[in-house]
């Protein structure tokens, strides 16, 4: 039987087409590592996508964190950025500059972009930031895109709740 403690996959950006959109943020409490997982359909356009890292201190469940900001550190991320439906590999891409990723503008593919965070490496913990959330730049009419996140508990930790 599924119980809602044990989903380890949190939806944090609407797969949807068009438009700008800030993602909802999740808590990380209690979790090792965080992979965000971000697929851009891209269309007929050319359109060069930008995604933005935010963390916060409280908000989860929400488009608006509190005492929202940036990511003061880059962050590691892995992408099939022409290839990923068909292919199994995915590569190690530079870190990110300071909490954002530049995606390609490659026409008429699909995109994966994983995003490795680990809450003591690159959030401000110390501070109480302990949620996350991701920004999607306008994605055009000709695509479309979204985020999941799937967590990583501490080994001898209780199970993370995203909204908490």
Not at 101 to 130: G, H, W
């Amino acid at each position: 039987m599924f119980h809602p403690a044990l989903n380890m996959i949190a939806q944090m950006c609407t797969f949807e087409m068009d438009g700008v959109r800030d993602g909802t943020y999740i808590a990380l409490k209690n979790v090792h590592r965080c992979f965000l997982c971000v697929i851009i359909h891209q269309g007929a356009d050319a359109t060069v996508h930008t995604l933005t890292l935010k963390q916060a201190t409280g908000g989860a469940g929400t488009a608006t964190g509190t005492g929202e900001k940036a990511f003061a550190v880059a962050v590691p991320y892995y992408a099939a950025e022409t290839l990923w439906a068909s292919s199994t590999t995915l590569t190690a891409g530079a870190t990110s500059a300071v909490g954002v990723l530049t995606c390609s503008a490659d026409q008429s593919v699909d995109k994966l972009y994983v995003i490795d965070i680990v809450p003591e490496r690159d959030m401000d913990v110390a501070n109480s930031f302990d949620c996350v959330g991701i920004d999607f730049s306008d994605l055009g009419a000709a695509n479309s895109g979204g985020a999941f996140a799937i967590l990583i508990p501490d080994r001898y930790s209780p199970l993370p709740n995203v909204l908490a």
